[in-house]
């Protein structure tokens, strides 16, 4: 499975960007998809998740009303559309991609992408 990140950049507060995730190496219809974030000095947190199949989505409470994963079955691709952008939003921003929504979740999941960059200034 291979996972690659992209979208991040550099964004006033209160703006707006769009991650993607595409996703190869298997057919994902069995799993969930997910977004982590790293600040620096800070440890990693859940953000957000998708089921594949159903299109169930799992949010954290800090991004709840601001965030919105969805996917592109055709395309394979997971997006995380990021609204309303405060500056403790700055992170790296990880997908994630298990059978498991447990595993998602709580950021134990057997495949990893590398990470986009998001920068919020105040």
């Known amino acids: 499975v291979q996972l690659q990140a992209s979208g991040g950049g550099l964004v006033q507060a209160g703006g707006s960007l769009r991650l993607s995730c595409a996703a190869s190496?298997?057919?994902?219809?069995?799993?969930?998809m997910g977004w982590f974030r790293q600040a620096p000095g800070k440890e990693r947190e859940f953000v957000a998740a998708?089921?594949?199949?159903?299109?169930?989505?799992y949010y954290a409470d800090s991004v709840k009303g601001r965030f919105t994963i969805s996917k592109d079955n055709a395309k394979n691709t997971v997006y995380l559309q990021m609204n309303s952008l405060k500056p403790e939003d700055t992170a790296v921003y990880y997908c994630?991609?298990?059978?498991?929504?447990?595993?998602?979740?709580?950021?134990?999941?057997?495949?990893w992408g590398q990470g986009t960059l998001v920068t919020v200034s105040s």
């Open positions: 994630a991609a298990d059978l498991k929504v447990w595993k998602v979740v709580t950021g134990t999941s057997d495949y």
């Open positions: 190496g298997r057919t994902f219809s069995r799993y969930v």
């Open positions: 998708i089921e594949w199949s159903g299109g169930s989505t």
